[in-house]
């Protein structure tokens, strides 16, 4: 059986060599042709032309493989345009003509020398454009999601009324979205685009990038946090909310840092791939990555449960719209949950028409969730717009800038939410009119008390008077 397999192997490498071959074999055809053809035309259009006969030194006209080059005066630079094969319409190449009328030879080979290197420079840019645009599109994209996210925090932390169990796990997905951005753009910036750094491979630059692993993994964790807050929520697993907000800090910071720590050590002792700050992938990353498609897998499940209840509860209102009221609560919790990633699930191969627009998809893909994210739980939440609308117009009264006839006070409280706006009434215009009308009124009730106790006076002396009186007669 091993002969077997062995010799299954054996033949698979031999069939692998010979399609390489097969490939290399027709390349060089195809160049071989090519140069042929510009030969000819270089023949039909210079080659073909007297050599000048004006006294002066000229070298000769020449065909070098790549380009066709003219008589040139000696002391004279020709300058020509790229070949074809540089796809290339806007650089030149440049060929020197020595004093005593020959082509200037390369000190390496001693053969005549061209220098293409603007082409080939140009090509190689052109190439590193292409190899590093979809990292450029990751911190574009990480930039937007980190200026979002920390304009949404800023809401969440700036309001008391927004202070929830709730809104506490979106607190903590939102920083883990930042987190995540911030190092992945250091990482991109100090490490990943630059060559140096990557061939140096200093310390600091493999613990960046165990960084980016610890915080792409708590973003996912607190994903998985988002789900099972909202399961626990519909199925009350827990009765104290403080004991599930503990379970899932562990859960959203904890277990990751775990597993970050695991993943470095095991990397750094055991792994042959510890070069170029660790940007090329290794297996070992597993030990990461494990956990996060495990989380995925498991909000998927949640989610499926949490459409059947909330189906289950409309069915018991007569009237209400249940598919549509489904689908969206489906559509709203995916980006919660993550499950986005499941669209792209297999990387094309180098050779596949779509290994390049995968790259870009999923750099827009991933970059850009933190700033879906906010948009749908934060700018288009109706609890925090409606807020923010109210203190707006709470503002626009007190500066002055609208007014009202009557006073309005009104407190609003929702669960999880507490939503107060209170409105006063300018009063400006009537204040000397009620002072007035309030000092009269004053006025009026201090003399009817003197009236009052002076009469009681009177007749208490009266009383006094009358005894007296009496007490004598007798």
Known sequence: MSSRSTGARMDDNGTSAKKQQSILDSAHEDMRQLTAMLHMECSETVLSLARPSDGEVYCNATFDGWGCWNYTIAGGIAVIPCPVFFNNGHDVAVKECELNGTWRRSPVTGAPYANYSSCSRNMAQISAIHHFMPLYLFIAGFSLSIVMLLISLGIFFAFRQLRCERITVHKNLFVSYILTGVVWILYFVLAALDGDVLLANPLWCRMLHVLTQYCTASNFAWMFCEGLYLHVIMTQTFRTGK??????????????????????????????????????????????????????????????????????????????????????????????????????????????????????????????????????????????????????????????????????TSSTYTEGYSVVNTSMRDLSGQRQKVASDHNKT?????????????????????????????????
């Open 442 to 474: 004053l006025a009026r009730k201090l003399h009817s008390l003197e009236s009052f106790v002076l009469a009681g006076r009177r007749r208490n002396e009266a009383a006094q008077t009358g005894g007296r009186g009496g007490h004598v007669t007798r």
């Open 243 to 408: 004991t599930l907000i503990r379970v899932l800090l562990f859960v959203g910071w904890g277990n990751p840092l775990i597993l970050a720590i695991v993943y470095a050590c095991v990397r750094g002792l055991y792994s042959a791939n510890t070069t170029s700050c660790w940007v090329n992938i290794d297996s070992l990353q597993w030990i990461v990555f494990g956990p996060v498609i495990a989380s995925i897998v498991v909000n998927v499940l949640i989610l499926i449960n949490l459409v059947r209840l909330l189906v289950t509860k409309l069915r018991m209102v007569p009237d209400a719209p249940q598919s549509r009221k489904a689908v969206r609560a489906t559509l709203i919790l995916v980006p919660l949950f993550g499950m986005q990633y499941l669209i792209f699930p297999i990387k094309p191969a180098e050779d596949h028409p779509l290994h390049g627009p995968y790259h870009y998809l999923v750099a827009c893909f991933i970059s850009l969730q933190g700033a879906l994210v906010s948009i749908m739980y934060c700018f288009c939440n109706g609890e925090v717009t409606s807020l923010l609308r109210r203190k707006w117009h709470q503002h626009r009264l007190m500066s002055g800038q609208v007014r009202k006839n009557t006073a309005l």
